[in-house]
């Protein structure tokens, strides 16, 4: 093979399909005898559940299977195990599913949920955070001692408190003593949603012996078939988890949702296949969201920009359940500083529990949010001591050599934070912000921000890849990582060519994930998709290329040393004209005489996560990171000094992503992932009535960007290859999303002064800000 | 109960339909046209798009008996057999393709557009595609996608 | 899923009038039905019997009749946006109607359809107020037209009674000189409800000045400020009077969609900006 396969913009897998509306998502999925579900939602943030009358709704002719909490003593979650099926006793947010139903149509199962009839007392909610961490704040998990937990997790029974992750490092007292400066500061910014283009949807099938076949919209079909297993106390090999086409998921389909839920219909039905579907507004209502944060810093900075002491507090809105929101407050509290070198450093970081939807993974998993505070935080420290956002961010900005807080040594295999911003810096002209040219009352602000992530995980996270050769020479490759948009499967394809010379177009990614037949993936999340499946992909390549030669070495009449794969055939090094091709080994050699040898050729690799170690629960200190992708926003904007009305005019992002296995989709993850940022950034939020009910809850009222919206934007790539990661390369699914608020606020900053703290940062918020510098 | 008479991609249906049912339900449900989604159920996501008497409507608030008489093209009449539409070309071209949910009522308002703009500008493309929604892909290439297909039309008719 | 109802399309207005007169419970007119289905989604409106208006001849009307612009009640926005007519001298009417939703949605929705949801931010009430525009109302009983600032009497309520049927618009030729600009205030450049929309339009020859308000009161603002800019005066006084009368007649509240100090805010700053765009300073 001529052609370099690593870099490539190879066509994207299953476009085709996507294209003709062929591809068919669990929407688009019907099974013989299917019933429907549909379920009861609560009205209020916190109420007593005094009675559930589901006589009308049983006698409804039609409906198969009526469901209430108490029938469902199980809880499930992931790290936490927390959550309800259906709420049991009490209702801790509004939208809360109290009771389900499933009927031979829709409109039976809509009817029979009307008829189902709630009793509830109210009880006192909690909507704030701070609130929430008050001493007689109402519980929302009054036996949160009893539950559940990963052992990494530590949740404050008689508290709203699910974990508190401690980072320690230096001595901040000694450090804010020497500096020159203390700034502090407060940073909110409200839940958000994913608004995946498909909705949460779910069938599933329940078998005699106790057995259950699943297909569902999932990110993660292993972690759905381990947490339905543990859950519902089946065995795991009696879960059969079908995952076809995913219509999005940005975190919100990762972990479990509606499975467990129509599994129990499925079973208390006889049997018959139950389908859930959310409408947009239950999903907006009774899905998860990302969590909404309050940030606490002070800065403690001397004279000439070096930050000599952090403290930090994050107190996250995890809403009625932590399962995961647990794991964003650690993960997130291991980043806590930023890409940044800082000797002294107190951070605390708390999951809080409040009577709204309850929070879970969102791409860039916590970035987002704090990176929201630190990066605000950086530009108001640098106003306030008058240095440029540029030098203060160069002068504190990780190096090799540098330190992390939680101990870890960053070395020439890290990314390059610093050429990340020198990049952006250039590519918007940042030292040039003249208005001159604007219309009176225009002014046009600039802004810089850095972001940095690492896949947020189990320490023992694993991964496996299959290959097997089919008839004709072409292989397929199975792995139970999902494709739901980020163009993972056609790298991996890249690999497996690159490995075994061959063209891209023979190799098959099986495309429809299943746990009885695929090998295992922990979680489809956290961008280490490409790196971890990758690896493990490499190492299958590799086992099937020692195969084909060890069968071939017979016939060729040489040792395997002196073999080589080449344009899909299996050659003596020596004399290339000697060969034996892919398709003649793939299901044995066979003779002229008719002997055989070999036999069909299946090929293993696996992979896991090397070296990291829980965190000293408190110090904080350890290895919590495969691998650190940096990056940073450049962003012009031109801003109303009267009305706080602004245009952003152009971003420009760059990451750190070791090696590009396929340019063009690298660069539809940072178009897709700035947008997305830009939504959080300038219109989305969840907003609450005073008694917790959901405003914003259908499109009309939740705004998401347009194609109108889009700014104009410059992706840069930057390749310093990763030591471990397959072909160097590291993960860039999230990052382009994070510290995209940040930029903007910063930028709006530059423009006109305003110290904006509160997301999302829209008009309102900046005219109010003119207004009180009046 | 009605019975109604309307072509779907240049095929004669006549069904009975229910007074309240919907056109996109009867199009999935009943037809098995499961290209066009419902991704909000409202009019304001754009994944039921669909092109009824040359105009691009969310078919998921119109109700089916509203459909008689007319002609609804979907996304599963823009190929045939192996042959695809220069739009569904494009959008593979531009990588303008990410999860595919919104995929196929992006397309059906891009030839909806493009029937009656062959030359559109950004800001044409902005008015016609706004009201489709795609979390994936930011819409860069989704917009280099219709100036492509524009481009390979006109490439054909010239 | 919508509730269960019958579904009528007559022919004729006479058929229309029969049934509204003869069903029980509620009755709904169907025109796009793009506000329709999605309050019977939400459960908000359960109407029993939905008459499809689209049949009737008349309603799919856009056309001068003497000095007036008939807009029939089964035209949609985009036929607005398109029409040559519209564009030549009722250029404001299409550029509010571009502010209406989606482009497939402006496919069905109806400019009528638009002011009979009577949303306290429908898009097309500033424009086709400064306008001057009558609502043409028809029922078995007598045939009346409304002035358009009449007909919103609160949130979602009008002065239609429930025998009665919007049969079309009329909206008054101002002479060539007419100038109108619609502005609003959105979260999105994509599709949005009104946070403040602000029209204004000025006739110089005809001595005509009016500004109307959406999404800053339970029902659209209009004022005629005609006496206030073409009295006596500078164009800066004249400029503080009309911003004035708009501050008091103007009541916001606080939604997910903006707050009441920065509605107020933004309805000075649209009508300056409109103003500054009719006229420019200075001229009288």
Redesign the interface.
Known sequence: MTEEMIGK?V??I????????????V??I?IQGMLHAKMKLSPHAHAKIVNIDTTKAKSLPGVWAVLTGKELPYKVGLYLVDKDILAVNKVRYQGEPVAAVAAET??IA?KAVELIEVEYKKLDAVLDVQKAVEEDAPLVHENLGELESAPVFFPKPGTNIAHHTKIRKGDTEKGFAKADHIIENEFTLPMVD??????HTSIAEWKPGRKVKIWTSAQSPFAVRNLLANGLHLNHEDIEVIVP??????GGKAGIHFEPLVTCLSRAADGRPVKIVM???EEFNSVPVRQGLYSRLKTGVNDDGEIVAQETEFLWDSGANADYGVNVTRAAATAGVGPYEIKNVKLDSKTVYTNKIFGTAYRGFGHLEILWAIERQMDLVAKEIGISPYDIRMKNGLDVGSVTITGEHIGESHGRVKECLREVAKEIDFENRDSDDLPEGKKRGKGVATLHKAPAMPTNTGTAAFLKFNENGTLNLTVSLTD????TYTALAQIVADQLDMPVDKVNVVWENNTETEPYDWQTVASKGLFMSGNAVIKASQDMAQQLKEVASEPLRCSVEDLVIEDEKVKVRHHLDKYISFKELAMGYTYENGNAIGGPLVARGNYIAQGLTNLDPETGQGLPALDWTYGAHGVEVIVDE??GEFEVVKIASAFDVGKAINK??V??QI??????GYGSAV?EGY?FSEDGRL??N????Y????????PE?KPIIVENAQEDGPYGARGVAEHPMLSIPSVIGNAVQDAIGVKIKEMPV???KI??LIEANK | MKTINFTVNGRNYKLDVKDNEILLDVLREKLHFTGAKEGCGEGECGACTVIMDGKAVTSCIILAVEADGSDIETIEGQSVGEEISDIQEAFIEENAIQCGFCTPGMVMSTKALLDRNPDPSDEDIDIALSGNICRCTGYYSIRNAVKRAAEKKGGSQS | MLNKFEYYKPESLEKIFDILENKEGETALLAGGTDLFVDMKHKTRKPDTIIDIKNIEDFSEIEERDQELFIGAAITCNEIIESELVNKDYKILADSALEVAAHQVRNRATVVGNLCTTSPGADMFPGLLVLKTKVVIVSKEENRQVPLEQFATGVKQNVLKDNEIVKGLLVKKHVADGKGVYLKKRRTKGPDLSGVGVAGYISEEEEYLAFALGAVAPTPVYLDLSEIFFGEGNFTDKQEKILKEVKENINPIDDVRSTKKYRIKMSQVYTRRILSRLWKAGDK
């Open positions: 913009s066509k994207r299953k476009a085709l399909e996507k294209v003709t509306g062929n591809a068919k998502f929407h688009d019907e829709k409109e809509e994913h608004t995946a283009m498909e909705t086409y995913v219509g999005g998921g940005f409408s947009r507004e739901y948009g980020q163009g009267d009305t063009e989709n660069i539809g178009q897709g992932g700035v947008i997305q219109m907003q405003l914003t259908t499109f009309t009222d705004k998401v960007p347009s194609i109108a919206d889009i934007l829209i008009p309102e005219f109010e």
